[in-house]
């Protein structure tokens, strides 16, 4: 599998071998991945950890909320379409019970209506899938710096 670099690591004049290239967070987080495509929350697990954040996975609502009174994340990535409960549930569910959690909704929904439901349901932001590495990227590092439209 090969992932592209980021803008921020080819301005600092990356080489073919990485050297002198910090991939590490300004700060790290604590951040939940939830998708039920193994494959999809694989790789997304190990490029958010290349980033130097720490990683939890869960594969289903249900195991989503369970992670967050565990695992304590700062950030959860949240697909909408879930086994068990919707995405749109989880993020209700977490908004009322950790009002400091910063939910990002990681969908194949695009539609405009789709994002109003994410942030209605309690999203701080929308993203669709495959995600803009770049955006996603800046997000994590915003956390809750990040202004809700």
């Not at 980021?6 to 910090?22: C, F, I, L, Q, T």
């Amino acid at each position: 599998m090969r992932l592209p670099i980021s803008k921020r690591e080819k301005a600092k004049g990356s080489s073919p071998g990485g050297e002198g290239v910090s991939t590490v967070a300004e700060r790290t987080r604590r951040v939940l991945i939830v998708d039920d495509n193994v494959d999809a929350v694989e790789s997304l697990r190990m490029l958010t950890e290349h980033w130097g954040h720490d990683v939890v996975v869960a594969h289903s609502g249900p195991e989503a909320i369970a992670a967050v009174d565990t695992f304590h994340p700062e950030t959860a990535l949240v697909d909408i379409g879930l086994p068990g409960i919707s995405g749109y549930e989880v993020a209700r569910v977490l908004r009322a019970q950790h009002p400091e959690l910063f939910l990002v909704a990681m969908t194949g929904y695009g539609r405009d209506e789709d994002r109003k439901a994410a942030l209605a349901s309690g999203f701080d932001a929308h993203l669709v899938k495959p995600a803009n590495l770049d955006e996603l990227e800046s997000l994590l590092a915003r956390g809750h710096a990040f202004i809700r439209e």
